[in-house]
Structures are given as structure tokens and as C-alpha cells.
């Protein structure tokens, strides 16, 4: 048996550990990636389909297994985390809550005198539009 032979014995391994006698990896994995949860479910005499609800929930264990597996490797190369972290941070940390507290403003020609403070909290105007939840009479 030559190393590629070797190399893919042993994926083959690790996938049907991964997996589940009932619902395979790959099987496993498709449900995750969908957005569902595996089910593993036995056919009757007369045809109809009914939940297995134990090797449902071993094959959902399995899942929770394979995500955090996959969470595992994902993060364990440094350089790896670096693309991801940064992809993340250019695609999808680009928008910053806005600040309706005027500490930008200028006011060319206020009286010295006058010192402005924040507005008192329950006033209302330490709130963005649309933030306190009135309704109409």
C-alpha cells in the first residue's frame, strides 16, 4: 500500500468514525451546512417513514461532534486565523452603530460662558430616532 493509498485509508477511517452506522458524514455534514438537523428515520412494512429518535439524536451528537472538530482545525493554523479573522473583519465588521450625540459639532461663536454638558439620560435626546419605543395615540 503506497503513502497516497495510506492517506486515503485513513480519511476513509476518519469519516465513517465521523459518521454514524444510520447517517453517514457526509450526510451529516450536508444536513449542518443546510441549516437542518441530521434525522435518521425507518421505513415501516406499509412504506411510510418514521423518525428514529434515538439514532436521530446519536446522529445529531455525531454532528455537534463534527462541528467542534471542525472549529478545532479551523482555528489551529495561525496563518490561517489571520486570513479568516481579517476576511471577517473586511466583509462583515464595516458598519459602525451611529452616534447621534453631537460631540463632533462645532459652535464658531458660542459664548465661552456657556459650558455644553450631555443631555440628562431620561430626556430622550441621549437616544438615536426611533430607540424609545413610542407609539401613536
Known amino acids: 500500500m503506497g503513502a497516497r493509498d495510506r492517506a486515503a485509508h485513513s480519511r476513509g477511517h476518519e469519516l465513517r468514525r465521523l459518521g454514524h452506522p444510520r447517517a453517514s ?3 451529516i455534514v450536508l444536513d449542518l451546512l443546510n441549516g437542518r438537523l441530521p434525522k435518521v428515520t425507518d421505513e415501516l412494512d406499509d412504506g411510510r417513514r418514521v423518525v428514529n429518535h434515538q439514532e436521530t439524536l446519536a446522529a445529531q451528537e455525531k454532528g455537534e461532534a463534527l462541528k467542534r ?3 478545532e482545525w479551523l482555528w489551529s493554523d495561525a496563518d490561517r486565523a489571520e486570513r479568516l479573522a481579517r476576511f471577517y473583519n473586511d466583509y462583515f465588521n464595516a458598519v459602525r452603530p451611529r452616534a447621534y450625540d453631537g460631540s463632533h459639532l462645532t ?4 459664548n465661552p460662558a456657556f459650558a455644553l454638558r450631555p443631555p440628562p439620560e431620561g430626556s430622550g435626546l441621549a437616544h438615536p430616532p426611533g430607540a ?3 407609539s401613536l395615540p
Do not use: H, N
Request: charged residues 25%; positive net charge; hydrophobic residues 45%.
Open 25 to 27: 458524514a457526509l450526510s
Open 69 to 71: 472538530r471542525f472549529v
Open 107 to 110: 459652535l464658531p461663536g458660542l
Open 132 to 134: 424609545r419605543g413610542r
